[in-house]
Nanobody, 119 residues
Framework: QVQLVESGGGLVQAGGSLRLSCAASGRTVSSYAMGWFRQAPGKEREFVAQIRGSTGTTYYRDSVKGRFTISRDNNKNTVYLQMNRLKPEDTALYYC????????????WGQGTQVTVSS
């Protein structure tokens, strides 16, 4: 079993930056694909970014490309999401997720960390 705990959310002005962290425990997740998702009030949860375990290849939704960067530190069993040039529409509850098989279901989820971007 894998536990995921997100941190780093907060309130920031438009144009500012935040770095989210997702600390995994229970198992080493270096071979897992790790992802970030978000859910704004009244909207469905949506994919934000993903990093593969085997190759480190990254994927992003179009609206965050060039502003967000996902990375991982396998020594710390932790994944990060660096968010720059934040916009009010980035306001959401951000979740970390892990999956054993790339392309399969997401097996583990964190509880989320709130990001609020003021205009």
């Amino acid at each position: 079993q894998v536990q995921l705990v997100e941190s780093g959310g907060g309130l920031v002005q438009a144009g500012g930056s935040l770095r989210l962290s997702c600390a995994a425990s229970g198992r080493t997740v270096s071979s897992y694909a790790m992802g970030w998702f978000r859910q704004a009030p009244g909207k469905e949860r949506e994919f934000v970014a993903q990093i593969r375990g085997s190759t480190g290849t990254t994927y992003y939704r179009d609206s965050v490309k060039g502003r967000f960067t996902i990375s991982r530190d396998n020594n710390k069993n932790t994944v990060y999401l660096q968010m720059n040039r934040l916009k009010p529409e980035d306001t959401a509850l951000y979740y970390c997720a892990a999956r054993i098989n790339f392309g399969g279901d997401w097996d583990y989820w964190g509880q989320g960390t709130q990001v609020t971007v003021s205009s």
